[in-house]
Structure formats: C-alpha cells, structure tokens
C-alpha cells in the first residue's frame, strides 16, 4: 500500500500541484521514482519484497535517471521557456557527465545482487549484454549523441530485466 501510494502522490505532484515536471531534475528524480515503484509494487503484489527486489528497483532508478537527463539534453530547446531542466542549469555536457554517473551507480547496484547473494558470481554472465551496452555510453555520451545514448539505455534496461529474469529461471 504504501508504494501505491507513493507512486500516486509522485504522479499528482509531476503534473499537479508544485509540478515537478516543470523543475527539471526534481521531476527526474520523480519519475525514476516511479518507474522503480513498478519493481516494488509487481514484487509486493506476491508478497516478495526483499533485498533484492530493493536492490534491482535501484538499478531502475539510477539508469532511468541517466535516461531523463539525456532526454533533457536531448530536449533542450523545446524545453526552453517551459521547463528549467539540469542542462540549462549547468550546460550539456555537465548534465551528460552527471548521467553516466548515474549509469555507473546503476551498475554498482547490478552487481551486489551477485556479489553479495542471493545470486552466484558466476551468474553474472546473465547480466553481460546489459553491462556491455552501458559501460560503451561514454563515446556517445562525449560526442553528444543523446538520441542514441537515450535508446541504450532503455535496451540496456530491458537486457538488463531479462538478465535477471535469466538468473532466477537457470
């Protein structure tokens, strides 16, 4: 209940009320909130709420954050007037290093599961497409290309997703 109910008031405050949308990395972090919820929310539904289900939603957060802030830099322009975004705040290329910080604390958290448990180190071969796919952004991230950097890492997160599925069925 209380993830649903987090996601709500996340959901009412991007559009409504302080309109975090509007603020730039506030509505970010926002939204990346709610996408790890979904993680949250689909393990709580069958009563399975754990370590690990807390560890997976923070790689979730973390790369989907690195995503809205490409998305941003992508955006930019047709942000302007209407939103005050972190690239307009500290300029592109800052935004795009903050990202792939993001993206290497999405990595950390990819990692524990499998170091720490409850899954085996050698397991972590399920996760490689994924890992391969985000430790190569830092080309296109210097180079700027935010459409092609936001599309990595959605499939990354969907590699990742499966990689995980993958370790809990082999």
Do not use: H
């Amino acid at each position: 209940m209380a993830i649903y109910l987090l996601a709500v008031a996340l959901m009412l405050t991007y559009d409504l009320g302080p309109q975090t949308k509007a603020k730039g990395l506030i509505g970010n972090v926002a939204i990346s909130l709610m996408v790890a919820a979904v993680i949250g929310y689909g393990a709580s539904t069958v009563g399975s709420i754990s370590a690990l289900v807390a560890w997976i939603a923070l790689v979730v957060f973390f790369t989907n954050l690195a995503r809205e802030i490409i998305k941003d830099c992508q955006d930019m322009l047709a942000d302007e007037g209407e939103r005050r975004t972190l690239p307009m705040k500290i300029g592109q290329d800052n935004s795009r290093m903050i990202a792939y910080v993001m993206i290497m604390a999405g990595l950390v958290c990819l990692y524990i599961p499998y170091w720490k448990g409850p899954f085996t180190l050698n397991q972590l071969l399920y996760q490689t497409p994924a890992i391969l796919v985000l430790i190569t952004l830092n080309g296109p991230l210097y180079k700027g290309e935010d459409a092609v950097v936001g599309m990595r890492i959605r499939i990354a997160m969907l590699l990742g997703v499966l990689g995980f599925v993958l370790t809990q069925m082999l």
